[in-house]
């Protein structure tokens, strides 16, 4: 509740920080908004052209499959590794004025997400293409989204005030998010794997996002309520610690700046 | 009732080498014990009070402590011990050039700060032309902020900033900016928003102006408070024959 109160009072400043944000991301082009959809479409391109040949040979929707990742992990990227330097970025800022530091990562996550919506449309317009059947159960996309961008503030809540005391943060989280990309299932399946392997990926939320999406919208089913409270319990996690961290650190980033 | 009171009001900063080393780096000295944090006490038992209407004047050398009361004062860092306790609105205007947006144009920029300052959206429609006019920026208003010089700068956030009005005003150094008429101009400004009977805060350099305006000095050296109190000229006088005494 105190914080809605709060949002309320800086929600002026909110919606120009999220404004600030926009334009610099777009740097006021229509090429720049029509690139941040390109770019992901041109990543699966390459992949579906390098991979159908070894991972979706006996796989129908195989590009769907691959969109589904890349969707999921690309947003995931973008949102916790722009999300780590909001803290930092604005410590001009935050250092003169009294303001609550957390305004300036849900910024960030706003205009990540308005990408991340652009592109899901074009995902679903490419579902159309690759005949897929739209069911009534594409409304349940709504919970791994709802879910996925909490979780990626609670990432970015954590990262950010992270990178506020080590720098070299940004290094190790992008070494970590290629192995996660790895791990996620992108581009290959886990249907070969034995199944206490198959339940090690079930650790990874970011694949646990992917598989929600995948089971909707190919294979048309719902996951089970235990699949729904494991993400749920992965977010509750990442945000509680993001939260946590902010309270207990949120007089301390001014020393580090 | 005082508007402001501190009461042994300490501030510590952590200083040492641990500022730019990254986590590798951390966990080796964790592990190996050499991991340490010095302490460096900006502020240490200050205590004052202030009354509706005050003008206070705090004075010092560089690195007194000056800087970092005021964040504490304004909220921005929380006394490490003591305590503040303000009543009402406080505003606090700290190196007014720094946190604007250089690709942000200048209108852009306008809104931004305004924002920041706790203004609504409404009060900033029905201003922006008064901070245009008063800024004399008309003919840049849609340029990037990069493409202004720094007297510029300087007068667009005087103009947004003077808008204000606050129970407690903090003034670190803007009493005055830009070039001799706005300079005077700016001056004007600003004794027009103290007079309207806010709480103020003012550090400067300038003996002159401290001596003019405020009804009661606080002196700060090392951290330490030296002398608080309203014989302003009485204080004034043992600070000027410090300052001749280091030299």
């Known amino acids: ?257 | 009732m005082a508007i402001l009171e501190l009461k042994d009001v300490s501030i510590c900063y952590m200083t040492g080498d641990f500022k730019d080393i990254g986590l590798k780096e951390y966990v080796m000295r964790r592990i190996k014990g050499n991991y340490r944090v010095k302490e460096f006490w900006a502020d240490r038992d200050i205590s004052f009070a202030l009354e509706k209407g005050d003008m206070l004047g705090i004075i010092g050398t560089n690195g007194a402590g000056k800087s970092t009361l005021l964040k504490a004062i304004s909220g921005i860092m929380e006394p490490t011990k003591g305590w503040v306790h303000r009543e009402g609105t406080i505003a606090a205007l700290l190196e007014l050039g720094s946190g604007f947006d250089g690709d942000l144009t200048v209108k852009e920029n306008a809104y931004l700060r305004g924002a920041m300052l706790g203004y609504t959206r409404e009060f900033m429609n029905e201003t922006y032309e008064q901070i245009i006019e008063f800024s004399e920026l008309r003919e840049f208003e849609d340029r990037p902020f990069k493409q202004l010089s720094s007297g510029m700068k300087s007068r667009l956030a005087f103009a947004i900033a003077s808008l204000v009005n606050p129970d407690i005003l903090i003034l670190d150094e803007v009493l005055s900016v830009g070039d001799g008429a706005f300079k005077k101009k700016s001056e004007a400004k600003m004794k027009e928003i103290i007079s309207g009977g806010a709480t103020t805060i003012l550090v400067s350099h300038s003996l002159s102006q401290i001596r003019e305006m405020c009804s009661k000095i606080l002196w700060l050296d090392k951290g330490r408070q030296i002398e608080f109190g309203s014989d302003v000229q009485g204080i004034c006088d043992r600070y000027q024959d410090f300052l001749e005494k280091k030299k």
Request: proline share 2%; hydrophobic share 50%; charged share 15%.
């Open chain 1, 1 to 257: 509740m105190q914080i809605i109160e709060k949002l309320k009072k800086h929600q002026f400043l909110f919606e120009e920080l999220v404004k600030r944000d926009f334009k610099k991301k777009y740097k006021r082009t229509v090429l720049g908004m029509a690139w941040s959809v390109l770019s992901p479409l041109l990543t699966l391109l390459v992949m579906s052209l390098v991979f159908t040949q070894f991972f979706g040979r006996n796989m129908a929707h195989y590009t769907t499959y691959l969109f589904c990742g890349n969707l999921v992990f690309s947003y995931f990227n973008e949102a916790t590794s722009q999300g780590m330097t909001s803290l930092t970025g604005n410590s001009g800022i935050f250092s003169k004025v009294n303001v609550p530091k957390y305004l300036f990562l849900f910024s960030k996550n706003v205009q990540t997400l308005i990408n991340f919506g652009l592109t899901l449309i074009v995902f679903f317009i490419f579902c159309i293409f690759d005949h897929i059947t739209f069911t009534w159960r594409f409304i349940l996309l709504l919970y791994p989204i709802a879910l996925l961008v909490l979780f990626n503030v609670g990432v970015g809540l954590i990262l950010s005030a992270w990178f506020v005391f080590f720098k070299d943060i940004q290094y190790l989280w992008s070494v970590f998010t290629q192995l996660l990309m790895y791990m996620s299932a992108i581009f290959y399946t886990i249907d070969g794997y034995s199944q206490t392997v198959q339940n090690i990926f079930l650790l990874n939320p970011v694949y646990l996002f992917i598989r929600y999406f995948r089971k909707i919208v190919i294979e048309a089913t719902i996951p089970t309520p235990d699949f729904h409270l494991l993400m749920l319990a992965d977010v509750a996690i990442v945000l509680g610690l993001g939260c946590w961290m902010y309270k207990k650190y949120n007089h301390r980033f001014l020393y580090y700046v």
